[in-house]
């Protein structure tokens, strides 16, 4: 993926990498010998003879020079760049999922460790770059040494490891440190934060205190994980140590060997100092290829996360084979037929048996309490999920044999977790239909609607101003004000169907009674589908279903429910006294 992102930087960073860990230094200590070498032969020895080595040296130099600062600069592009385009792929994933994904607990934990597992991604390059770093420094090594000590070499290559062994085993048990149990640590904080610091909960947290406790928490966690980190760090440090000083005393007797050869006179000084450097470039060189290889294999694991998450697929998708649907109607008549729902691993009907044919252009409200299955009805007409048994009808062809895209351009809805978009007023509009966002007398349309134009001449940028508070000079609104915003974006969208699921409850019942009033009146030639508590909304309407259980209780207009004086007319009542 970094080779994707950036594949000359990636070439140069390797590069660049292997010369000043290995080749450059080699230069250095192979000029030195070279001089050392000469000065020790003849003693009367001119500049002119040292020259050329001079020069060598200052353009070997210049070249680490030249390389490290070009890294240097790039590597904030590097770093930064391919940040951007680990997210670029994140989003482009997330679009490509539905709903009923992000429903799914597992697949929000799975988002959380591909979040935590950048960091490790970016982390294995550099073990990359590094393991072939060491490899070049150890080939060099055994390159010089083998002429000069061939012993050395098998000498050194065992010397390292114990180390790289006792390495390995304690990376494998500490590794849960530094992801599952990092994660851990970092969301229980960062949800504190989060509770502490948002506009919408800090105001509990703040009259409640609970600021001390939440902190005392976050302790908790931090001093657990540092005590566990601890503890099996502890247990591993006397081997380590033990492993190292085994490895520099075999380092010890190969530059015992190394002296006592210079001493003796069978070895230049400059191959002596050659010897010398390259012993250690063996030792540290054949170390790294073991660190990083015992290194990379615990980050693959996790870096299978990424994996798993960009080959995620969306639960549902258009069918293979799609069928058209058919143009008239136009608004499609949509008929639930014999309908049973249950969301995926769990046991309850959320709907049993569920019967409606909704009539094009007809007005329709749904009440009922709280966990009634409205919402569900909803959902299961966008296709976030799909039924259990029966069929969903829209002009007489099953949703599933729609192309989804298509499906859901037909409609506009709106919910009561809509989105408040913080960027500028027309935007949370035109983002309903964008392919119309240059259509300005939909736009005044809409505005004028949702009843947006109300408040719209009290902000100082107009339709251009930024609203909500999260970016610079944005202008917070109050609840039913961005109710009215999003409203604006469903009617912007102008599509057959309207669906509009409780999202005016911060909204006045006089306020909410004119929108709906206008709805009515100006959406004639749509089929609107609308959920509210408020009555006074709701009588207006067509007709009325009222749910329960999963099951339609009773339907009809207000009038006839209110004589048949059932649920309706009972629910009707306790409200109507409620503002009298
Ligand atoms: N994703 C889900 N998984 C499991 N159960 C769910 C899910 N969403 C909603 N439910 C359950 O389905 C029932 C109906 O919910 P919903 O349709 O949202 O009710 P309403 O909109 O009428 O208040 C509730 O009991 C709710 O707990
Ligand atoms: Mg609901």
Known sequence: MSWKANKQFTSLFLFSNIYSSTLYPFFQIFILAQVLDIIQKHH?????????????FAIVSLINIALTSLVNFQGFYKEVGFDMYIDKLIIQKLTTLDPQTFEKPSFQKLLAEVEAARGVLSAQIDRLTGFISAIAKTLTAIFVLLPLFPIFIPLILVSVVPAYYIGDVSRKRMWPFFTSKRTVVTRVTQYVKTLLSQDSTSKEASIFHTGAIMQHKVTI?????????????????????????FQFCVFLLTQYINLVAVVKGTLAVGQFT???????????????????????????QQIEKFFTFFDYQPAITSPQEPKILPTSPVPPIIEFKNVSFRYPKT????????????????????????????????????????????????????????????????????????????????????????????NEDLLKDAIAKSGA?????????????IVGKMFDSGIDLSGGQWQKLALARAFFRNAPILILDEPTAAIDAKAEYE???????????????????????????????????????????HETLMKKKGLYAELFEIQAKGYK
């Open 515 to 557: 929108i709906f009033e206008n709805v009515q009146k100006l959406q004639k030639d749509k089929t609107v589908l609308i959920i509210s508590h408020r009555f006074s909304t709701v009588r207006n309407a067509d007709r009325i279903l009222v749910l329960e259980d999963g099951k339609i209780l009773e339907e009809g207009n």
């Open 347 to 438: 046991e309850r009907d959320i709907l049993k048996n569920f019967n409606v044919i909704l009539n094009s252009g007809e007005k329709i409200a749904l009440v009922g309490e709280n966990g009634a299955g409205k919402t569900t009805i909803i959902k299961l007409l966008l296709r976030f999920y799909d039924v259990t048994e029966g069929e969903i009808l829209v002009n007489g062809i099953n949703i599933k044999n729609l192309i989804l895209e298509q499906w859901h351009s037909k409609v506009g809805a709106l919910f009561q977790d809509f989105i408040k978009y913080q960027f500028t007023f027309k935007e949370n509009i035109y983002y309903g239909n964008f392919e119309e966002k240059n």
């Open 274 to 300: 050659l010897a010398f450097q390259q012993s250690q470039n063996l030792a540290t060189g054949s170390q790294g290829i073991l660190d990083m290889y015992s290194s990379m294999k615990n980050r693959i």
């Open 44 to 56: 009367g020895v001119t500049m002119a003879e040292v020259a050329v080595y001079g020069i060598l």
């Open 221 to 245: 966690e931090q001093q657990k994980y540092l005590r566990d980190y601890k503890k099996i760090n502890d247990s591993y440090a006397s081997g380590i140590l033990g492993a190292n000083i």
């Open 453 to 465: 134009d109300k408040y719209l001449e009290s902000l100082p940028d107009g339709v251009n101003q």
